[in-house]
């Protein structure tokens, strides 16, 4: 059986230990862009804070591939799928042929046209390790960073380098901050303790134009710059395979068992589209543990397997100088908020199942507990529902279900 | 693999396998210097309420969401253990956003720990276990 997989990040490593779960003897192939063995990419902000090094990024140790049986083909770029030959082509011309083949190309950031902007002279992406090098490389003390994008990304890159600049300026057409993950509440109460730590905002507004060294807003307002960073948002990479014929939306169509409309074709990661069980809809869930996930079920289904990838929800741990966020789920049904010393909690109920959760500051703590309940869709008339609103806890289950959690008892 | 298993009838809620937790993994020879007047941050904790305890710690799951989770590569499976790097860790809390069990935290510099059966510290066998004066926390094949 020949493997090959398109892409050599999470969801690559994913499908590898997939395979290898019963298939030790299989060739397997991985075609990847950039120059590098999988790497931690949300860890590029912690790379620039200097607390991880590009050795500890390495997502696997350094004998993954040889203790897998992996061939990896890094550098390279794969332009094309042939599902009737069942062959990859690369940009050299070169090719692999494939029996079982995984797609995970991932995102790319999404840079909407703006006036001027051929005239930003250090103008940067954050998604990838040579992204955050070539940022490193141009800044100093005397650097004044304008951020586009309020949003995960745009955001955390402000975290990894407040540090070592003069001063960071965000500007985010939305009127607060990570909108995607974040009731008002919650946006407020972190944009002010970025502002506390020197973080500008721009809401609500957007750059009219770019001149050689300022930005004008809409508002009128004027930001001068030295570097720029574009966090505006990103895109799925669908092109491989909505030329060779699959079907795609958002984002690459793929069923729970991961494999899309072409035959032995599958697909996992940023690039596709999952089913969020919290709304029962196909979205876009550009998470790592989602990618990992899809990844190690397409692989075990590639090597034979009946594996099913079918509790996809949207799910976020997030920290910005201390002040750590949790959230999961949709925020949808009815609500019940509970204030904490340094946070609060909102938790969102609707059809007798605990939907989505927002946790900021002190209430953090064992979030695991509710997500699974999120996953599991497990009834709340079946646990005490009061005792795990105030705190997420164990004691809240009925003592058969204790004793299988803790006891090891079916 | 043997496993730590809780037996919640027999727990009296005494939190020494907290302490026991504590000081096996404090590095220290002396229980009393080691946690005298510290607060403790255990890998294991007991649940309370309304007359009942039990202790929670890691599940050591088969399908480890926490490891398909953590976004530094940092928390790994070595035959069967789940384990963790805290040299990778850089504290994003994935691990708590996942584990169903609520059996990761952070530890006193930030990163998370976890317990691993006390197999990276000198107590041989899991020290709750050995602590626990009415066997309601057990070591074994189930």
């Known amino acids: 059986m020949k493997y090959v997989i398109i892409g050599n990040s999470i969801a690559s490593v994913g499908c590898i230990e997939g395979i290898r779960k019963t298939d030790r003897d299989g060739s397997i192939t991985v075609i990847g862009e950039e120059p590098y063995r999988t790497y931690c990419r949300p860890l590029i902000s912690y790379l620039l804070m200097g607390r991880t090094t590009e050795e500890k990024m390495a997502y696997r140790d350094e004998r993954f591939y040889s203790d897998n049986n992996v061939t990896c083909i890094t550098g390279k770029k794969a332009i094309k799928v042939d599902p009737k030959q069942k062959l990859v082509t690369m940009e050299d011309g070169s090719s692999v042929p494939y029996d079982k083949l995984l797609v995970a190309t991932g995102s790319r950031p999404f840079v909407p046209p703006m006036v001027g902007m051929d005239r930003i002279r250090k103008k940067f992406s954050f998604m990838t390790l040579d992204d955050a090098k070539t940022l490193e490389q141009s800044l100093t003390r005397h650097s004044r960073v304008l951020i586009v994008g309020a949003g995960l990304i745009g955001l955390k890159c402000a975290e990894g380098i407040l540090d070592r600049v003069k001063s960071i300026t965000v500007v985010d057409l939305a009127p607060r901050i990570l909108p995607s993950i974040l009731d008002e509440t919650g946006s407020e109460l972190v944009r002010k303790w970025l502002e506390d730590r020197g973080l500008v905002f721009h809401l609500a507004d957007s750059v009219a134009e770019f001149l050689d060294d300022t930005a004008l807003l809409k508002s009128g307002t004027v930001v001068p710059y030295d570097v720029v960073v574009l966090a505006v948002g990103v895109r799925p990479n669908t092109e491989l395979l909505k030329e060779a014929g699959a079907e795609v939306g958002k984002g690459i169509k793929i069923d729970d068992r991961c494999a899309t409309t072409i035959p032995d074709i599958y697909a996992a990661g940023d690039c596709t589209e999952s089913h969020d069980i919290t709304i029962d809809q196909d979205r876009i869930l550009a998470l790592l543990p989602n990618a990992f996930m899809q990844g190690e079920c397409a692989g075990s289904n590639m090597a034979g397997q009946e594996a099913l990838f079918d509790k996809a929800i949207p799910m976020n741990a997030i920290g910005f100088f201390g002040l750590h966020v949790i959230t999961a789920g949709s925020y949808i049904g009815d609500d019940r908020l509970y204030q904490s010393r340094n946070g609060y909690k909102r938790l969102f109920i609707q059809d007798g199942l605990l939907k989505g959760y927002i946790l900021v500051g002190d209430t953090v703590s064992r979030a695991g507990i509710y997500t699974s309940l999120i996953r599991n869709k497990t009834p709340l008339e079946d646990i005490d529902f009061e005792l795990i609103c105030a705190s997420p806890q164990l004691m809240a289950f009925a003592r058969k279900d204790r004793a299988a959690k803790l006891g090891g008892v079916q | ?142």
């Open chain 2, 1 to 142: 693999m043997k496993r730590v298993y809780v037996n919640e009838q027999w727990c009296l809620g005494c939190h020494l396998c907290e302490y026991f937790c504590a000081f096996a993994n404090s590095g220290q020879s002396d229980m009393a210097r080691a946690l005298k007047d510290a607060v403790i941050c255990p890998r294991i904790k007991v649940e309370e309420h309304d007359g009942i305890s039990f202790a929670v710690n890691c599940r050591h799951c088969t399908e480890p969401l926490c490891v398909k989770s953590c976004i530094a590569g940092a928390l790994s499976v070595k035959d069967g253990l789940i384990v963790i790097d805290q040299d990778k860790c850089v504290g994003c809390f994935s691990c708590i956003m996942s584990c169903p069990f609520g059996a990761l935290m952070p530890s006193d510099t930030g990163v998370m720990q976890k317990c691993e059966l006390c197999t990276s510290n000198s107590a041989g066998k899991p020290a709750c276990v050995q602590g626990c004066p009415n066997r309601a926390i057990v070591f074994e094949e189930r």
